[in-house]
């Protein structure tokens, strides 16, 4: 943990649930970042825009700049802009993020490339036979993120990482994922902040796509025991998280005393 200069909390089961504040959570945040920390906040979340993601956690008492949002659809933007500039794209994702996705050319009767988004009702039989028989066409698949589940204040949902293996077993072609758990969305944020892997801490409830990625990806895992934590999961899973903390309002008395000031470099 020594010379962790920077902190990436994930938001969902961490910060909020169905968008309510996890006890703790604002004051800890706030506490982080007066110890001068620097952070972003990444996200799989699909199902609305960074804007309105900034708007809900100020709402829920949790102020961020709309710079600090780092969502999957964000990420997706960037890679298809590199990887296939002016193609037309399919998006496949409940909730509305248009926004999120300036400069795409948007054709889901025409794609060159399909991208799948967050799971929801839109994910029907013809939706996924279609993606499927694309995959068989030679159509690249971009899923925006490979989370298994979510959490809300109901209980857990399945997301797209459940769906992943099986397009591609029927698809005979790999999907490429953009989001946690790949590197990608880690190493983005850290040059966002301008740190090394090393540097930064990844905070999640979720221990796969979250935590143990953040580890291969070279930065400390930190485990909260809410959202959809499960202790079934932990207790069966190979690898651990370098900590595990009950929620999200202990932070401040971890990271003091293993964080360096921020000297700007």
Same mark, same amino acid.
């Given at each position: ?11 969902? %089961? ?30 799989? #979340? ?22 600090? !949002?780092? #969502? ?22 409940? %909730? ?5 996705? +300036? ?5 889901? @009767? ?13 994910? +029907? ?32 949902? !399945? ?19 953009? %989001? ?37 990806? %070279? ?6 025991? #809410? ?22 309002? @202990? ?11 921020? #000297?700007?470099?």
């Amino acid at each position: 943990m020594a010379g962790i200069r920077g902190v990436l909390y994930d938001i969902d %089961g961490v910060l909020v649930t169905s968008w309510r504040a996890v006890p703790g959570a604002a004051d800890a945040v706030r506490a982080v970042h007066e110890a001068g920390l620097r952070r972003a906040f990444l996200t799989n #979340t699909t199902s609305a825009s960074c804007a309105e993601i900034a708007e809900r956690l100020c709402a829920a008492g949790i102020p961020v700049d709309i710079s600090e !949002i780092v #969502t999957a659809a964000r990420l997706t933007v960037e890679y298809l802009s590199r990887h296939h500039p002016g193609a037309r794209v399919w998006v496949l994702n409940h %909730g509305a993020i248009e926004d999120d996705l +300036t400069g795409l050319t948007l054709d889901a @009767e025409h794609p060159d490339v399909i991208v799948i988004g967050g799971a929801g009702a839109e994910f +029907t039989h013809r939706a996924l036979s279609r993606v499927v028989e694309s995959m068989l066409d030679g159509i690249p698949v971009i899923a925006m993120q490979g989370s298994m589940t979510w959490a809300t204040a109901d209980g857990l949902r !399945i997301d797209t990482g459940t769906y992943l293996p099986g397009l591609e077993a029927a698809g005979h072609a790999r999907i490429t994922v953009i %989001g946690k758990p790949s590197p990608t969305g880690f190493h983005a944020c850290a040059g966002l902040l301008g740190l090394r892997p090393e540097q930064l801490l990844m905070i999640g409830d979720d221990l796969h796509s979250d935590v143990l990625a953040a580890r291969a990806a %070279g930065m400390t895992g930190v485990l909260v025991r #809410t959202g959809k934590f499960r202790q079934s999961v932990l207790d069966a899973a190979a690898s651990a998280p370098d900590h595990v903390l009950d929620s999200v309002a @202990e932070l401040p008395a971890l990271v003091p005393a293993v964080a360096l000031p921020d #000297t700007g470099d």
